[in-house]
């Protein structure tokens, strides 16, 4: 095969090559290129005056009550559908205009090899020389390297965050709530009850009972937390605002749940229900052989009712609460636990709360609600400022939560403190 015969079969591929290329944007099938946004512009006032024509002309027939002809009817018609696809290639256009403008969002343009061959700077230079000699090329190979296919290579995203879990039940919903606007709780409770109430014979004195009363105070007390976070992160990420929203709330119930059972009282901390509570001792009249965890916790809830209260809820550590659900039978079935069903967090018919805030050995029993209630002197707030510090000229944002509370505990028989050693 000579060289004219080579180019000429060459030329004959790469126009049958091209000729199976995707459709290209403006480009009709068949058709020549696609006319400019100002042709279609054109073409649109054209096709707009000749609508109007056929309205003003059938308007005019309507008052003279003379009947439009088929023929102008099929005219009007076809101006109609001439006047929509208009429309609607100026549309395209508009369209593909604006994403080049953005830096081009579409889909990256894939070319056939066909059209690579027909218009790659090797064959135009061939041709223009008259096709002498040989001509050799390469395509380049389609990898997931910049500048071939990688492009096309996207990662999926997926529009989930995925969070560090939480906590369920706290130690909240185990008191009674309140709200006040002081920022301090006085309150009575009782320190002494003898009662000496008795059947009395007529004319005999009648027994005296005993009863003392103090006053006590529970300060309000804040608790909160910042975090710094950037303008562009907040507008950027959609989600993010309502996450540290979220997340800060989060924080300031896990303070929370810490200074309820544990405070000291000392400084701004909050007097807490474990700190208060008494120490578990067992009851008199109970004989235990062997005894379990689970044992214990009954123990500590006679305890509580031989003070004439109702244990209405038990805190546990995570861990001792597993324990407690592997506990088996001699034949090596749960005692209780059901590890193909869902089994709420109760124990001798008492809500569980578990939080690793009580300490790993420890529990708390207690009759919660008439022990103790809080006072919210403010609900949860969060807030977003730029002008704490140098935010404003740095484009950064500080993000602040913060809530306000008391906690009273009028009746510390009404719980029990104590711990699983030995068990």
Same mark, same amino acid.
């Given at each position: ?87 609607? /290639?100026?549309?395209? $256009? ?7 403008? %953005?830096? +081009?969002? @579409? #889909?990256? =343009? ?125 507008? /950027?990420?959609?989600? $993010? ?7 800060? %709330?989060? +924080?300031? @119930? #896990?303070? =929370? ?167």
């Amino acid at each position: 095969m000579n060289m004219m015969t080579s180019a000429a079969a060459l030329a004959a591929g790469s126009t049958r090559l091209v000729a199976a290329q995707p459709r290209e944007f403006g480009r009709k099938d068949g058709a020549a290129d696609a006319p400019s946004l100002d042709q279609l512009q054109r073409n649109l006032d054209s096709a707009l005056t000749e609508v109007k024509g056929f309205a003003q002309e059938f308007r005019a027939k309507n008052a003279e009550g003379t009947k439009v002809s088929d023929e102008a009817k099929e005219k009007a018609d076809k101006a109609l559908v001439d006047l929509e696809a208009i429309r609607g /290639d100026m549309k395209e $256009l508009s369209q593909k205009l604006a994403q080049g403008r %953005r830096g +081009g969002e @579409d #889909d990256p =343009e894939i070319k056939s090899l066909g059209h690579e061959v027909a218009n790659h700077a090797d064959v135009k230079s061939y041709a223009e020389g008259g096709c002498k000699g040989t001509i050799g090329f390469t395509v380049k190979a389609v990898t997931s390297a910049t500048g071939s296919a990688g492009g096309l290579i996207r990662p999926e995203r997926q529009p989930e965050i995925v969070g560090i879990p939480r906590q369920q039940l706290r130690v909240r919903d185990l008191l009674t709530p309140g709200q006040t606007e002081s920022n301090s709780i006085e309150y009575a409770y009782q320190t002494v009850r003898t009662n000496n109430a008795a059947a009395v014979a007529e004319g005999a004195q009648k027994p005296e009972s005993n009863y003392g009363w103090d006053v006590a105070n529970a300060p309000v007390r804040t608790i909160a937390h910042w975090v710094p976070a950037s303008r562009q992160a907040m507008d /950027d990420v959609p989600q $993010l605002e309502s996450l540290i929203d979220g997340e800060l %709330r989060y +924080g300031l @119930d #896990d303070a =929370e749940d810490a200074q309820l059972l544990l405070g000291d009282g000392t400084g701004q901390n909050i007097l807490g229900l474990y700190t208060q509570a008494p120490a578990y001792a067992q009851p008199a009249g109970v004989s235990i052989t062997g005894e379990t965890r689970i044992d214990r916790l009954r123990l500590a809830i006679l305890m509580v009712e031989l003070a004439d209260y109702a244990p209405d809820g038990l805190v546990l550590h995570p861990t001792q609460w597993t324990n407690i659900e592997l506990t088996k039978d001699s034949a090596g079935g749960y005692v209780f636990a059901n590890p193909q069903g869902l089994a709420s967090n109760t124990l001798w018919g008492r809500p569980v709360v578990s939080t690793k805030r009580i300490g790993t050995g420890n529990f708390l029993v207690g009759a919660f609600k008439t022990a103790a209630q809080i006072f919210d002197r403010m609900d949860t707030e969060v807030r977003i400022s730029d002008q704490d510090r140098d935010n404003f000229i740095k484009n950064m944002l500080t993000i602040r939560a913060e809530k306000r509370l008391a906690l009273v505990v009028r009746r510390l028989a009404a719980m029990a403190k104590g711990n699983f050693t030995g068990l």
